[in-house]
């Protein structure tokens, strides 16, 4: 069979149905084995370092992985930003690298790279040596891929090995599953300690919503009566907002209430999360000394914080039997007790944001971002980028749902909200798609505004406009001797408006909250891309040093 027919096979046999890239002569007998098919898209990208990152936002927002190819040496190298990324997220995909000859390797050959550039950001990285073996390297590779804790996997094919026409190694079914059960040792400990405390707590992680497990988390956290915690990876597993138990989000800007909550309590259980250095401050956060830490990464335990009792196990499994053994253990469940301890934080937060809320532009990123939630519907998906807003965002801005609400973790890179949106919008063709993101974290993807005309994806793009890299100028001017704004070019602005309608889009500008929902409203409902331009406050105070004044 032809190679490149084989690796299609494989793919759709797994369910990947869509491949994101750019291509070079090296990719091309790929390519038109891909144009070859009906059951295949291909989504052409402007760059390499938005293909990952595309893929990404399909995996986020899907929970199913989705394919790339990109030319070896600048095409690797630009797309392993978006595998880092995926790595420290746990997100599935398949990268496939179109490899140096191996007559040629070693030698040279343009674009070579060593191998082992790549092995720190994928969760495994495969090399095809001999054209027979393809079908069964990629077969394993999709299925580390898929086995939890999922990653991203990088596949290298040799170009002359695409066009081959070999007899291809047969394998068997990888299996998917890796911890499959809850030690009863240790589930016991951990039931005695959660159901003798008063006030317990519940921190949650990206893992619950790997695990499609936020039903089951919910039940654990009625039971408990405990307010629900979220790192930036868990932000939306459960909705945030009136009637649900989510306090907030752990964060560099988290309320003191907030942490009030966590610290105080008699015991926390820890589900899903690793407990990374961004979340907790560099594990400055106090967290109670009776903790439960449930993580499927047993080198995530005692990292930062030591367990009382520690579980290797998938967080889906883990919160089923945690449940099960409460109930026997006769402990009713106590859902208005979560509710109300996590209203008194989500009030006292709010009422910290108060006097930022205005309607006199530019406005602050308190008011823009909610007068967005109020235009946005609820069941959209929103693809968030790294940057000042989105700091501001994990307090105020409401995720409403485990695959609604896409940001990067620990990883923090800029760029990745118009192509994750792209990615979420491609995995979920007849949902609405918002994706926020700065003028900084846009200028580092401009580019896609032209894909997604090409692909024509109804996105809605807003752009919160300040003409500055606001965080490092405000650190700059704080603690360095650099003057206010170092960083800033206000006095070279963009206009997007006019740079969005140069690629093919509608284009829109908003001021006031009342006008940012009524244009929202609108592009969202409109069948096109549309990007919305909102100025906010250059001077506004950073959401990390507001929040802890």
């Known amino acids: 069979m032809d190679v490149s027919q084989a690796v299609l096979e494989r793919l759709t046999a797994a369910g990947i149905d869509t491949v994101f890239g750019i291509p070079g002569k090296q990719t091309l007998p790929l390519n038109e084995a891909i144009d070859r098919r009906d059951d295949v898209r291909f989504v052409l990208a402007r760059h390499e370092t938005a293909v990952t990152h595309q893929a990404w936002g399909y995996a986020e927002t899907s929970g199913r992985p989705a394919a790339t190819v990109v030319v070896p040496g600048p095409g690797d190298m630009n797309a392993m930003n978006g595998l880092k990324n995926a790595c420290n997220d746990c997100t599935p995909l398949v990268h496939l690298a179109v490899e140096t000859d191996p007559e040629i390797r070693g030698g040279d050959g343009i674009h070579e790279t060593p191998l082992e550039t790549y092995d720190t950001v994928v969760k495994t990285n495969r090399l095809v040596e001999r054209p027979e073996r393809t079908a069964a390297v990629l077969e394993e590779a999709i299925a580390v891929a898929e086995t939890p804790p999922k990653g991203p996997v990088r596949v290298g094919i040799p170009k002359s090995f695409l066009s081959m026409d070999v007899s291809l190694a047969a394998t068997g079914t990888y299996s998917r599953t890796s911890v499959t059960d809850v030690p009863e040792t240790a589930l016991e400990s951990a039931v005695d300690l959660l159901a003798?405390?008063?006030?317990?707590?519940?921190?949650?992680?990206?893992?619950?919503?790997?695990?499609?497990?936020?039903?089951?988390?919910?039940?654990?956290?009625?039971?408990?009566?405990?307010?629900?915690?979220?790192?930036?990876?868990?932000?939306?597993?459960?909705?945030?907002?009136?009637?649900?138990?989510?306090?907030?989000?752990?964060?560099?800007?988290?309320?003191?209430?907030?942490?009030?909550?966590?610290?105080?309590?008699?015991?926390?259980?820890?589900?899903?999360?690793?407990?990374?250095?961004?979340?907790?401050?560099?594990?400055?956060?106090?967290?109670?000394?009776?903790?439960?830490?449930?993580?499927?990464?047993?080198?995530?335990?005692?990292?930062?914080?030591?367990?009382?009792?520690?579980?290797?196990?998938?967080?889906?499994?883990?919160?089923?039997?945690?449940?099960?053994?409460?109930?026997?253990?006769?402990?009713?469940?106590?859902?208005?007790?979560?509710?109300?301890?996590?209203?008194?934080?989500?009030?006292?937060?709010?009422?910290?944001?108060?006097?930022?809320?205005?309607?006199?532009?530019?406005?602050?990123?308190?008011?823009?971002?909610?007068?967005?939630?109020?235009?946005?519907?609820?069941?959209?998906?929103?693809?968030?980028?790294?940057?000042?807003?989105?700091?501001?965002?994990?307090?105020?801005?409401?995720?409403?749902?485990?695959?609604?609400?896409?940001?990067?973790?620990?990883?923090?890179?800029?760029?990745?909200?118009?192509?994750?949106?792209?990615?979420?919008?491609?995995?979920?063709?007849?949902?609405?798609?918002?994706?926020?993101?700065?003028?900084?974290?846009?200028?580092?993807?401009?580019?896609?505004?032209?894909?997604?005309?090409?692909?024509?994806?109804?996105?809605?793009?807003?752009?919160?406009?300040?003409?500055?890299?606001?965080?490092?100028?405000?650190?700059?001017?704080?603690?360095?001797?650099?003057?206010?704004?170092?960083?800033?070019?206000?006095?070279?602005?963009?206009?997007?408006?006019?740079?969005?309608?140069?690629?093919?889009?509608?284009?829109?500008?908003?001021?006031?909250?009342?006008?940012?929902q009524e244009t929202l409203e609108s592009a969202v409902a409109a069948d096109e891309p549309v990007l919305v331009a909102i100025p906010t406050d250059p001077e506004e105070p950073q959401a990390g040093d507001w929040m802890q004044s």
């Open 196 to 516: 003798d405390a008063d006030e317990p707590v519940v921190v949650v992680g990206g893992g619950v919503r790997s695990a499609n497990a936020s039903d089951d988390l919910r039940r654990v956290a009625d039971r408990l009566g405990a307010p629900v915690v979220t790192t930036y990876k868990g932000k939306g597993v459960l909705p945030d907002g009136d009637g649900g138990p989510v306090a907030g989000t752990l964060s560099g800007s988290a309320a003191p209430e907030l942490l009030a909550t966590l610290a105080e309590a008699d015991a926390a259980l820890a589900v899903g999360t690793d407990f990374d250095a961004v979340a907790t401050r560099a594990w400055s956060v106090d967290v109670p000394e009776t903790l439960v830490h449930v993580t499927l990464e047993a080198d995530d335990l005692a990292t930062g914080y030591e367990p009382t009792v520690g579980i290797v196990a998938d967080a889906g499994t883990a919160l089923t039997a945690l449940e099960d053994a409460l109930a026997d253990r006769g402990l009713e469940p106590r859902p208005d007790d979560a509710v109300e301890r996590a209203a008194a934080v989500r009030e006292a937060t709010s009422e910290r944001l108060a006097p930022l809320r205005t309607s006199s532009p530019p406005l602050p990123s308190v008011s823009a971002l909610e007068a967005v939630r109020e235009g946005v519907p609820r069941e959209a998906i929103v693809a968030a980028d790294a940057g000042g807003f989105r700091v501001w965002g994990l307090n105020v801005f409401e995720a409403t749902g485990p695959r609604s609400y896409v940001n990067p973790g620990s990883w923090a890179t800029m760029g990745t909200g118009l192509p994750s949106g792209i990615g979420a919008q491609c995995a979920n063709p007849d949902a609405d798609v918002v994706v926020l993101t700065g003028d900084g974290g846009l200028m580092m993807c401009v580019h896609e505004l032209h894909t997604i005309v090409a692909e024509a994806l109804p996105l809605t793009v807003v752009v919160f406009v300040n003409e500055d890299y606001a965080i490092i100028s405000d650190e700059a001017d704080r603690t360095y001797d650099l003057e206010a704004g170092a960083y800033g070019w206000g006095e070279t602005p963009i206009d997007f408006e006019g740079l969005a309608s140069s690629f093919g889009l509608r284009a829109d500008r908003a001021e006031t909250p009342s006008a940012i």
